[in-house]
């Protein structure tokens, strides 16, 4: 464990790295459901809001501050 980000930059960057690894997971997931059509529906869902925030904090780490 790295402890606790100092930084606003450190921290998006924690929370970009941990977004990143549910978007792994999810993917991962919705390969082990496919028999599963409600199950894969679900996790396809959960899938874009984790990218979506994937997408966002890319956003925010690309401005200057």
């Given amino acids: 464990l790295g402890g606790v980000p100092r930084t606003p ?3 998006l960057a924690q929370a970009l790295e941990d977004e990143a690894t ?3 997971l999810y993917e ?3 390969a082990l459901a496919k ?5 894969r529906e679900t ?5 874009k809001e984790e ?3 994937v ?3 890319k956003m925010l780490l690309a401005k200057p501050a």
């Fill in 35 to 39: 028999k599963d059509i409600a199950l």
């Fill in 51 to 53: 990218q979506a925030g």
């Fill in 9 to 11: 930059e450190k921290m």
């Fill in 55 to 57: 997408d966002e904090l």
């Fill in 22 to 24: 549910a978007v792994r």
């Fill in 28 to 30: 991962a997931a919705i």
């Fill in 43 to 47: 996790l396809v869902h959960l899938l």
